[in-house]
C-alpha cells in the first residue's frame, strides 16, 4: 500500500501551529534537519513527515501557510493538500542557492481557491507539481522538473525555472496546463530539457501572456497552445495570446511551436532558433508579428488568420521554409526579410490588398514571392528588394494568378531573379479567366522608377512574362476606383495585331516612359510573324505571295510572339497541305529564350516542296497557344504556284 503525506485540512492542532497575525491563518514551519526551528517556535516547527504521523487535528482553518526552511525536505511519500482556501508553500530564504528543496515522489494540491509556491524548489523524478481544481494559482521563484496543472480560472508563473533532467520523461511537457478558463501568465521564466509548453482549453475569454522567457526545447511539439472553443465568440477582441521578449531554441529537428486560438494572436520581440516550424491559426482574430527572428527551421512559418488580417512589422526569416500565409484579405508586410529558405513569401487566396514597405525577398529557392487570389499586391512607402531568387520553374522573383495585380508606388529593385521556365522576373499565370472587370496585371505605376536587371527566364521573358494588358482595368493616379466602376481600356477586339502594338494601349500611357517599357513584357505567343533580314519582326504582314514552279522550294523564317510583340517561346506544328511536303530545317520547333528574345538569329525555318500542281493546295501552322495562317498555296495553270 502507498504512502503519503496527506494533510487535508478540516482539523488542524493547535500544538503544531500558529495563528498567522492579523486573522491570516495558521503557520507552519517545516525543518529539514530538526535542529533548525526557531527557539520561539520549537512546539510548531516539524518535518513534513512528523505531520504526516499525527492522527489529530482539533482546529479549523481555510488558511494555512508552509514555511520551509533552507535545506532539502526528502521522503518517500506524497505530499497533498486538499479542500482548503487558502494555502501558502513558501521557502524562508529567496536566494537561489540556498532555497528549500521538497524531494519526494510528488507534490499534489487540488481543490484550493488559491496557491502562493514562493522561495522553492521541486526535485524528484519522474514528477514535480501537480495542481488539480486550484483557481488561481501564483508561482514565484520556483524550481522544478515538471508542472501539470488541471482545471483552473487562472495560472500566473514569475520568475521561475523548469528543468527536465531526466530524458526519459522529454516525451511530456515540462508544463502541462489544461482547462485554465481565465488566464495564463509566464514572466522571467526558463523552461529546457524537453517538450516545453502544453496550454489546451476551451474559453471564449482566455488570455495568456509570455514575457521574457527562453524555451529549450529537446523533444515533442515544443510549444502548443490551443483555445478550441467551438462557436464564434461575441466578444473576439476580449481574447488574446501574447508572446513578448520569448527566445525559443530547438535541441531536436522535430519540435514545433503551434498556436491555435480563439481571438488576437501577436508576437513581440521573438528569437527562434533551429526548429522544425511555426503555425499561428486564428480563428476570429488578427495575428500580428512585430520583431520576430526565425533562423534554421525545417519548414516554413505558417499563418492563418479566418478574418484575413495580418500584420508584419520588422519580420526575418532566414535559412528556414519561408513564409507561407494561407488566407489575407488585408495584409502589411513591413521591414519584412525572407532570404536562403526553401520557398520566400507564399500567400493563398489573397482578397482586397497585400501591401509590402521595405521589404527584402532574397536568395530563395521556388520563388521568392508567390500571390495567388484576387486582390492587389501594392509596393508602397518605402522601396523593396527582390533579389536572386531562383524558381525550377516559372516565376523567377514573383508568381501571381490572374487575379493578382501589381500597383508601384515606390521603387523596387527586382534584380538577378532566374526561372528554369519562363519569367525570370515576374511571371502571370493565366487561368482563363474572361471577366470583363478583370484589372490590367500592371494597375499603377506612379513615380516608381523601378529597377528590373539581370533577370533570366530559360525559356522566356527575363523580366515580365504574362498577365492581362487589354481589356481589363486600371487605376489612374488619384482616383479611388470599385472594380465595376473600373474604365476599360481601348478595346482590342481581340485582333492580333491590336495586341501587337501596346504603344497604343491607354494603359501603358499613364506610365511613364522613363519609368517603364513594354518591352519589358513577354508572354504567351499570341501569333507568328515574319522574321526580316535585320533580324526585327514584321506583324503587318499577314498574306504572303509566292510564285513556286515544279520542284522549288521556299524557306520561310518565321517567330512565335506576345503581347507587345516581343519574341515568345512557341513550337509551331505545320499540317501537310495536298501534295505539299513540309521539312522542318529543325525537329525541335520549341525556340530558345536565351537567343528567340535578343532576334531573329534563331527563327523558326519551314522548307517546303512543290510536288504536284493538279490540284489546289494550302498549308496551316498550328501555334502552341492559337492558330495562324501563313497565307494560301494556290496552283497556277501549267507552272506556276502562288501563295
Known amino acids: 500500500m502507498e504512502t503519503f503525506t496527506y494533510l487535508l485540512f478540516i482539523i488542524l492542532a493547535c500544538s503544531y501551529c500558529q495563528k498567522a497575525e492579523g486573522g491570516q491563518g495558521l503557520i507552519y514551519y517545516v525543518t529539514a534537519t530538526g535542529a533548525d526551528c526557531p527557539l520561539v517556535h520549537q512546539h510548531y516547527c516539524q518535518s513534513l513527515s512528523d505531520y ?9 482553518s481555510n488558511n494555512v ?5 533552507p535545506g532539502e525536505h526528502s521522503f518517500k511519500d506524497k505530499f497533498k493538500i486538499k479542500g482548503v482556501s487558502y494555502v501558502t508553500l513558501r521557502g524562508i530564504e529567496s536566494q537561489f542557492q540556498s532555497r528549500a528543496m521538497i524531494n519526494c515522489e510528488e507534490v499534489k494540491i487540488t481543490n484550493i481557491t488559491t496557491l502562493y509556491i ?37 495560472l500566473n508563473i514569475l520568475q521561475s525555472e523548469f528543468i527536465a533532467h531526466h530524458r526519459s520523461m522529454t516525451w511530456t511537457a515540462i508544463i502541462d496546463v489544461s482547462d485554465i478558463m481565465n488566464a495564463v501568465v509566464l514572466k522571467d521564466t526558463l523552461i529546457s530539457g524537453g517538450d516545453c509548453l502544453s496550454v489546451f482549453t476551451y474559453s471564449e475569454c482566455f488570455h495568456m501572456t509570455i514575457n521574457d522567457t527562453i524555451m529549450s526545447c529537446s523533444a515533442g511539439n515544443g510549444i502548443s497552445i490551443f483555445n478550441t472553443y467551438d462557436k464564434e465568440s461575441d466578444y473576439p477582441e476580449s481574447t488574446d495570446i501574447i508572446l513578448s521578449n520569448v527566445t525559443s531554441i530547438s535541441r531536436n529537428s522535430s519540435t514545433s511551436i503551434y498556436v491555435d486560438h480563439l481571438g ?50 520588422d519580420v526575418s526569416v532566414a535559412n ?12 502589411t508586410l513591413t521591414n519584412v526579410h525572407v532570404s536562403n529558405s526553401s520557398y520566400g513569401i507564399i500567400v493563398e487566396n489573397t482578397k482586397e490588398a497585400i501591401s509590402l514597405v521595405n521589404c527584402t525577398i532574397a536568395n530563395n529557392r521556388n520563388t521568392g514571392l508567390r500571390v495567388k487570389g484576387q486582390a492587389k499586391l501594392a509596393f508602397l512607402t518605402i522601396p523593396s528588394h527582390i533579389v536572386n531568387n531562383t ?18 508606388s515606390t521603387q523596387v529593385y527586382i534584380t538577378h531573379n532566374v526561372a528554369m521556365g519562363v519569367g525570370g522576373a515576374i511571371y502571370a499565370y493565366d487561368e482563363g479567366f474572361e471577366d470583363i472587370y478583370l484589372f490590367c496585371t500592371l494597375r499603377y505605376w506612379y513615380r516608381s522608377n523601378s529597377t528590373f536587371h539581370n533577370n533570366y527566364g530559360k525559356l522566356g521573358g527575363n523580366n515580365i512574362y504574362g498577365g492581362t494588358y487589354w481589356d481589363c482595368c486600371y487605376r489612374p493616379f488619384g482616383r479611388a476606383i470599385k472594380v465595376k466602376d473600373c474604365p476599360h481600356l481601348a478595346k482590342s477586339e481581340k485582333k492580333f495585331n491590336n495586341q501587337m502594338k501596346c504603344h497604343d494601349n491607354i494603359l501603358f500611357h499613364t506610365f511613364s516612359p522613363s519609368f517603364f517599357q513594354p518591352s519589358l513584357i513577354a508572354s504567351n505567343p499570341i501569333g507568328v510573324c515574319i522574321c526580316l533580314n535585320d533580324g526585327t519582326t514584321n506583324c503587318n504582314i499577314r498574306e ?37 511536303d513540309v521539312l522542318l530545317q529543325d525537329t525541335n520547333q520549341e525556340t530558345s529564350g536565351k537567343h528567340s528574345l535578343v532576334s531573329c538569329r534563331a527563327p523558326l525555318a519551314l522548307f517546303y516542296q512543290k510536288t504536284n500542281v493538279s490540284v489546289a493546295m494550302s498549308l496551316g501552322v498550328l501555334m502552341e497557344h492559337s492558330v495562324a495562317s501563313i497565307g494560301c498555296l494556290i496552283p497556277l495553270e501549267d507552272q506556276a504556284i502562288t501563295g
Request: hydrophobic share 40%; proline share 3%.
Open 52 to 60: 504526516a504521523n499525527q492522527s489529530h487535528w482539533p482546529t479549523e
Open 320 to 331: 528556414s521554409g519561408g513564409l507561407y500565409i494561407d488566407y489575407c484579405s488585408s495584409c
Open 544 to 580: 504572303i505571295n509566292i510564285e513556286l514552279y515544279p520542284s522549288e522550294s521556299v524557306h520561310l523564317s518565321l517567330a512565335t510572339v506576345g503581347v507587345c510583340g516581343g519574341f515568345s517561346p512557341g513550337e509551331l506544328v505545320t499540317s501537310k497541305g495536298n501534295y505539299i
Open 391 to 408: 524558381s525550377p520553374g516559372n516565376g523567377g522573383g514573383i508568381w501571381i494568378s490572374q487575379g493578382i495585380s501589381i500597383s508601384f
Open 264 to 313: 488576437k494572436i501577436k508576437l513581440i520581440d521573438i528569437q527562434v532558433l533551429s526548429i522544425h516550424n511555426i503555425m499561428l491559426i486564428s480563428t476570429f482574430g488578427e495575428i500580428s508579428l512585430t520583431r520576430v527572428f526565425i533562423s534554421n527551421a525545417e519548414d516554413d512559418l505558417s499563418i492563418f488568420t479566418k478574418t484575413g488580417q495580418i500584420a508584419l512589422t
Open 118 to 154: 514562493e522561495n522553492l524548489k521541486f526535485n524528484y523524478y519522474p514528477n514535480s507539481i501537480l495542481l488539480y481544481k486550484v483557481d488561481t494559482a501564483h508561482l514565484f521563484k520556483v524550481s522544478a522538473q515538471f508542472l501539470s496543472v488541471i482545471a483552473g480560472y487562472s
Open 65 to 69: 501557510t508552509f514555511l520551509f526552511l
